[in-house]
């Protein structure tokens, strides 16, 4: 018999698999009115229509009934700074002055075991509270700050990739590592960490400025001795950076050739923003199946520019959504993806609705490697998922009851929606989050 099983009713969406081009999207939804959701042991062991499906129950379970209401696939964030959750809405700057006079002294805090103890249980309830039930996450420099994340993120058993910060140079001393010790913290946090349960860990140099030649060999070897581990860092965000980058770096054709020369691009490779790309950037993210974190509150807030998805799919890259909090606004991926379809307008695309679902679903999955394990309510993917309500507040009531179509209706919640919008948070099968 089936350990332990829980059964979940209501309506449901998702997305049954991946795609290559927006247009595929509508043929790939799945929506199921009335549907049935049966969970053992954390996983989906069965999918479909009440109908079909009530049999299956036996009579001593109760049935969590959210009919009503609109069961999605739990959201993933593809880049977020977990220690940056106390900065968001830092006034002024833009990218580099910005992390100067803002960040820097706030991830100081981090080298206190306790203090990141306490904010990574803040995170981590941020994200329950606005239905992400994984992320890609950026620590600081100190170990500390990885393990309590790690640590948090266990006692739920949330799947999430994380790592440590390197950085080495062009930043305050109290916020640098060196090569050496970056590589032997980083291994560390590896052994400890990576595939334990369901957490995984991303190789996480800040971005090329913050570290030497010596520490991306550091980081580059690392990728090779864990060749199934993740990497994590910032592309192309703001012209002053690219252009330090070309300073730092004369000996290297474009600002991603760094990462690609040390052997940090390629599948599960993970570079946030990519706004101001040249061709051969946009070529090799294609040639070596890196992924792309699209990050609109981020983008708008620093002053960063446009990120270009519509050419992302026309060159076939992974792309994610990622609030990259704290130069992003919000935790929460309704508004992000809100914000993303504004940034799509003023470049004359139309992110629909459907698209949108899919990047903050199964193509945030497929984008991170992990659509083999989450994304959507195939039998045998983790049972991660968020149980959403449409109608949260009277302007949501009244635009809902003015919607016709399931389309409309998906759009007007990512237009208004926001953490009211999250009534319950599944992890690994278990409540983790009701809205009061
Ligand atoms: N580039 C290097 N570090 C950061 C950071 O913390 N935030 C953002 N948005 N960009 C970066
Ligand atoms: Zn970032």
């Known amino acids: 018999g089936v350990q332990n099983l829980k059964a979940v009713r209501g309506n449901f969406l998702d997305v049954t698999r991946t795609i290559s081009h927006p247009e595929e999207i509508e043929s790939a939804l799945r929506f199921i009115e009335d549907g049935l959701l049966l969970i053992s042991e954390g996983k989906v062991v069965w999918f479909g229509s009440w109908e079909e499906g009530k049999s299956r129950i036996p009579e001593t379970i109760r049935v969590r009934d959210y009919r009503g ?6 959201f993933i964030d593809t880049h977020i700074h977990y220690p940056q959750s106390e900065m968001v809405g830092a006034y002024g700057e833009q990218l580099l002055e910005w992390l100067n006079k803002h960040t820097f002294p706030t991830e100081r805090r981090y080298k206190d075991p306790e203090y990141a103890r306490e904010m990574a249980s803040f995170f981590l309830k941020q994200l329950l509270r606005n239905g992400t039930t994984t992320a890609l996450v950026f620590g600081t420099v100190h170990p500390e700050s990885a393990n309590a994340l790690f640590e ?14 390197m950085m ?34 991303a190789i996480t140099p800040r971005f090329a400025p913050t570290s030497t030649p010596e520490q991306l060999a550091m980081a580059q070897r690392l990728r090779q001795e864990y060749p199934d581990t993740w990497v994590h860092t910032h592309l192309c965000e703001n012209k002053d950076e690219i252009a330090w980058v070309k300073e730092l770096f004369p000996e290297r054709k474009n600002y991603l050739d760094v990462y690609h020369h040390y052997g940090l691009t390629g599948k599960n ?15 090799c993210l294609h040639d070596t199946d890196s992924t792309i974190a699209f990050c609109p509150t981020s983008n708008l807030y620093l002053g960063s520019g446009l990120f270009n998805l519509q050419k992302a799919w026309r060159k076939k890259i992974k792309v994610g959504i990622g609030t990259d909090i704290g130069a992003g606004t919000t935790f929460n991926m309704l508004q992000t993806l809100n914000e993303a379809y504004k940034v799509m307008q003023l470049q004359g695309y139309r992110l629909s609705a459907y698209e ?55 759009f007007v919640m990512i237009t208004l929606g926001d953490d009211r919008s999250i009534y319950r948070t599944y992890i690994d099968g278990q409540l983790v989050y009701e809205r009061t």
């Open 69 to 74: 209401k609109l069961i999605v696939p739990g």
């Open 168 to 201: 080495d140079r062009n930043a305050p001393e109290w916020l640098l590592d060196d090569a050496e010790s970056s590589y032997l913290e980083s291994k560390a946090l590896i052994e400890r960490w990576h595939k334990n349960r369901r957490l995984l860990y």
């Open 269 to 283: 490779s993970v570079f946030a923003h990519c706004i101001h790309l040249e061709e051969e950037e946009w070529d």
């Open 356 to 410: 949108a679902f899919y990047l903050a679903t199964l193509g945030g999955a497929h984008s991170l490697g992990l659509d083999s394990y989450i994304g959507n309510f195939d039998i045998g993917k983790e049972a991660d998922f968020v149980v959403l309500e449409p109608t949260a507040t009277p302007l949501q009531q009244l635009r809902y009851d003015n919607s016709v179509s399931l389309m409309d209706k998906l």
């Open 152 to 165: 948090a993120a266990s006692n739920i058993n949330m799947r999430m990739i994380a790592g440590k910060v």
